[in-house]
């Protein structure tokens, strides 16, 4: 059996705005085990990109601040690190890869420099051992002639090098974790392929765990063993993929799956959105906050938050008719 490597535990982290609070994670529990691949999924503003800042410590304080809860790796508890503790943890145990490489690569030092930095800070590796690690690293993310491209800055590569690039970085100290939030965005389809192929065939060889972060479906099928899915800063639905794909028992997860074209089913005159927008968390109220998009709505769902129950071993949803959203939805 596997060894729990990352565990959050009811998890909340609020940013302290003029116009309120805002609750961009709030009571998020979840975990991450030895070789394992996550996704989590959910709109813009589901809380997913927070809920991984605040596992690296990254957010930005004033102000936001993690209110409540655990992030514990390898059984300590990362909130309860000092600064230059958890300095050493950031990038040697746990690495991120983020959204966009261009804001995240320094625009006026070379690669070279960049990938170095980290290998003689935490492997205290000599400048040339460095140089040639970040070389062979290069190679194994698919540059070609990365020996020469170490002298270049991140503006002479293109996005899908550049994301490469991170991926390097990120797999530089050899991690036990990495946390990939939305990696494939701005790349086209083919670069977004490659790109996670070179990802996970890294992950396989170095052993290293991964949470990507993605509102593509397509990357949770085909890259994850187990999908997490938020709506409005909580966990609404949990389980195996193949459990969430065939099996859906929260109506957004279900609307998810509805907007995306599959190759297995007939073509669809059109494919169904969900209608209305995400909720603004500021002072969300006690209720379900799906509620006023959700097609199978009933007042009782306007009372109170419902809790996040098992439906059937390991899948869980947050749904007061979850047990019956498979005959709701036949039945349409």
């Not at 990362?78 to 230059?84: A, E, M, P, Y």
């Not at 306007?302 to 007061?320: F, S």
């Amino acid at each position: 059996m596997a060894e729990r490597l990352l565990e959050v535990n009811d998890l909340a982290t609020y940013f302290f705005t003029a116009d309120g609070v805002v609750k961009a994670v709030d009571g998020v529990s979840y975990h991450v085990d030895e070789r394992e691949t996550i996704a989590i999924v959910g709109e813009s503003g589901s809380g997913k990109s927070v809920s991984a800042l605040s596992v690296m410590r990254l957010v930005a304080s004033p102000p936001g601040r993690v209110v409540h809860g655990e992030i514990k790796f390898e059984g300590n508890d990362l909130l309860k690190l000092s600064d230059s503790e958890m300095r050493n943890i950031r990038g040697n145990e746990i690495a991120m890869v983020f959204q966009e490489p261009m804001t995240s690569l320094n625009p006026v030092l070379t690669i070279g420099y960049q990938l170095t930095e980290a290998l003689q800070l935490h492997l205290d590796m000599s400048r040339k051992e460095a140089n040639d690690r970040a070389a062979n690293l290069l190679e194994m993310v698919g540059i070609p002639d990365s020996a020469r491209r170490l002298k270049d800055y991140p503006h002479q590569f293109s996005g899908g090098m550049r994301q490469r690039v991170m991926i390097a970085l990120a797999v530089s100290c050899n991690p036990r974790l990495i946390i990939a939030d939305e990696p494939t965005t701005a790349l086209d389809v083919t670069i977004q392929a490659q790109v996670l192929e070179v990802m996970k065939d890294l992950a396989n060889e170095f052993g290293t765990a991964i949470v990507i972060i993605t509102h593509n479906l397509g990357v949770v099928a085909r890259y994850a063993e187990r999908v997490i899915v938020m709506y409005a800063g909580r966990i609404i639905e949990s389980g195996t993929a193949a459990e969430v794909y065939h099996d859906p028992h929260h109506p957004y997860t279900l609307g998810l799956l509805k907007s995306v074209p599959r190759l297995d089913e007939d073509r669809p005159d059109k494919l169904e959105a969900i209608e209305g927008l995400p909720p603004l968390v500021v002072d969300l109220p006690d209720a379900c906050a799906f509620a006023p998009r959700c097609p199978y709505v009933i007042d009782k769902c306007h009372e109170k938050m419902p809790e996040l129950l098992e439906i059937k071993p390991a899948h869980w949803a947050r749904c007061i008719r979850s047990a019956e959203l498979g005959d709701l939805a036949k039945g349409e």
